[in-house]
């Protein structure tokens, strides 16, 4: 991001930016910056465009919490336009289609980041009768202890060969996994930065 030089007056000030999703490459949507824009958006890390019809600032999101986390920002090599890759938290278009396009997002890991929200709203806002909520209550120990007995289930399923059992209890391990980092205060993206790190070694 630091190598960015986008010449702005070439092009009146306002600069296509092209959102692409990192995980499956989709195309979720165009919208355009300003350089106030870029820069409010490599400060905050969350896509933050020029409204035209508004002529202001917004941020995708602010008002749905459906935020575009910035992951890498590209100019093109007329430094007037924008690739952005980033992470959608929720649908990204209005309508609630997962793009602007009409398109289906097709990453798995779109799920898992909802999954991931749902889990850290359990916490924040704990439900009666929430499952998840009553894991938090319980403490960092009952939750560890999950973990522990769920990848214990998958090892003993592991050695017959009813896949719908075995899928089962690979659903439970990843769920209870998820509620342990969220108890922690831990991001799944933290534990993707270092297999990252150990695959580029």
Sequence with gaps: MNNLNIDFEKVNGLVPAIIQDVNSREVLMLGYMNQ???????????????????????????TS????????????????????????????????????????????????????????????????????????AAGINKVAQKVGEEAVEIVIEAKDNDKQLFMGEAADLLFHYLVLLEAKGYELDEVMDVLIDRHQK
């Design 65 to 136: 919490g459906n935020f575009l986390m910035i992951h890498q920002i590209e100019q093109d090599c007329d430094a007037d336009t924008l690739l952005i890759q980033a992470k959608p938290v929720g649908p990204v278009c209005h309508k609630g289609d997962d793009t602007c396009f009409a398109h289906e997002n097709k990453s798995r890991t779109f799920f898992i980041d909802q999954l991931r929200k749902v889990i850290k709203d359990r916490r924040k806002n704990p439900a009666e009768k929430s499952y998840t909520a009553s894991l938090f």
């Design 36 to 62: 106030q824009a870029l820069e409010e958006s490599i400060a905050t890390g969350k896509v933050t465009f020029f409204s035209r019809t508004r002529q202001k600032l917004w941020t995708k999101g602010e």
